[in-house]
């Protein structure tokens, strides 16, 4: 027994050995990815006596500036996902494009060791902070963006105090955020502001990431259609970052943009549609961002747009079914897929993607009418006219989903003889329904 217990004692001994030098590589590797973060800590704002008097502290600053940067990057992300559901980005601190919160430090904390760690070796933490000055005519807000950088923000007190944190918050992003910032500017119809935020980050460039950099030149260079330029730009990207997915989207978004607005012939043009999809398929398969992987939803739904505009609704239905496992589509999608389904005569498919946008969007009416063309196909002639009913009674609707368009639409024909769809046409029960709304 004593031997087996010094056996025993030796290997145990030895795993321990194993264990502290796992955790000792797998600390130093977190040292090294925390050093080459680039993350910046949002600082409590100062304010005048007059403002804390009227409820605005320096925290409510900060959080209101924290609150605007949410709102445009969810303006931004809503046109990239297509109106899917977005959620609030404030919970996320794993990666250098959120402003974070200033770390408080107490007792014995990991955060505070690496902290001490990082500034023994030369890593200091980049703040965002500022203070509020107000006399009788004017209030102004300073923003410091590195301990270098301070930006001068200036309204006259009949202007809300919203305008000014909004100026605020986009000069920060200009530096923290840029291509969200200059995506929002696209969405917004900018292309002054776009520029402005694009010669700043050039003016700036010794304190701007290198990714960021040529991620926001290469857009850039697409929004001015300067197609060359732009494909250059991605072509360093590539170089540069060889494993990171937006290395390979940037490439995707040049060739998709070249297709559809290149000056090239069709060969050419079918050549870079084709390329799309190939840096699409290698963005899934170097999915890795500042180390981390990425949802890639938003992509497979990219790529099944592809292949429904090139008549390969095969594939094209196999990537939506891969973005849905991942989550769930936006309500015109489903309906989409649903008419997909239809086409290849999959009624059990069809049914459940269309009710699931009925699910999404219960007053649309627009997808009653298309589970009522889905049971009408079917011979399920009263679960159609039931379906329309509730299309009519809906607040959604397009001009295909009315009461004139029923009595024409070749849809329908097979339901002309009937009396409910006839009831339903003569519009006695909507002019109750009215008279009860009013």
Not at 12 to 37: D, Q
Not at 125 to 144: A, H, L
Not at 166 to 174: G, K, Q, Y
């Amino acid at each position: 027994m004593l031997i087996w217990l010094e056996k025993f004692e030796k290997l145990f001994g030895f795993f321990v050995k194993l264990l502290w030098i796992a955790a000792f590589f797998a600390f130093s590797i977190y040292i090294y990815r925390e050093y080459h973060k680039n993350t910046f800590y949002l600082r409590d704002f100062k304010v005048p006596l007059a403002w804390v008097q009227q409820g605005y502290t320096g925290e409510v600053v900060k959080e209101a500036i924290l609150d605007e940067i949410d709102k445009i990057r969810q303006i931004t992300l809503a046109d990239w996902k297509k109106n899917r559901t977005t959620k609030s980005t404030r919970t996320k601190d794993n990666d250098d494009t959120q402003i974070l919160n200033e770390i408080s430090v107490e007792g014995f904390n990991v955060k505070s060791i690496v902290k001490t760690i990082l500034s023994v070796l030369g890593k200091k933490d980049k703040s965002i902070g500022g203070y509020v000055t107000m006399n009788d005519s004017t209030q102004s807000i300073s923003v410091q963006i590195t301990d270098q950088m301070t930006k001068q923000f200036i309204i006259s007190k009949k202007k809300s105090i919203d305008n000014l944190i909004h100026d605020a918050t986009l000069h920060i992003m200009r530096i923290k955020q840029p291509i969200i910032l200059l995506s929002y500017y696209q969405v917004k119809g900018d292309s002054l502001g776009a520029k402005e935020a694009y010669y700043y980050l050039v003016k700036h460039r010794d304190i701007t990431k290198d990714f960021d950099f040529y991620t926001a030149s290469s857009y850039m260079s697409l929004y001015e259609k300067n197609f060359d330029k732009a494909d250059a730009w991605a072509d360093s990207l590539l170089q540069k970052f060889p494993e990171e997915m937006g290395s390979y989207k940037s490439k995707a978004n040049v060739c998709i943009y070249k297709s559809y607005y290149g000056n090239s012939d069709s060969l050419e043009k079918i050549k870079y549609n084709n390329l799309y999809a190939e840096y699409l398929k290698k963005a899934i398969i170097h999915n890795n961002h500042d180390g981390e992987k990425v949802p890639l939803g938003n992509i497979y739904i990219e790529l099944a747009d592809h292949y429904f505009r090139n008549k390969e609704d095969k594939l094209g239905i196999e990537y939506l079914e891969k973005s849905n496992e991942i989550e769930p589509l936006p309500s015109y999608t489903y309906n989409y897929l649903g008419y997909r389904y239809l086409k290849q005569k999959n009624y059990a498919k069809a049914e459940l993607a269309v009710k699931n946008a009925i699910m999404i969007e219960p007053d649309n009416g627009n997808y009653w009418d298309s589970l009522g063309e889905l049971y009408v196909i079917q011979g399920k002639d009263s679960l159609s006219v039931s379906c329309l009913k509730r299309a009519l009674k809906s607040g959604t609707k397009v001009k295909e989903v009315s009461i004139e368009a029923y009595k024409k639409d070749p849809r329908w024909r097979r339901l002309q003889n009937r009396k409910d769809f006839q009831y339903l046409l003569s519009n006695k029960n909507y002019q109750v329904n009215n008279k009860l709304k009013k």
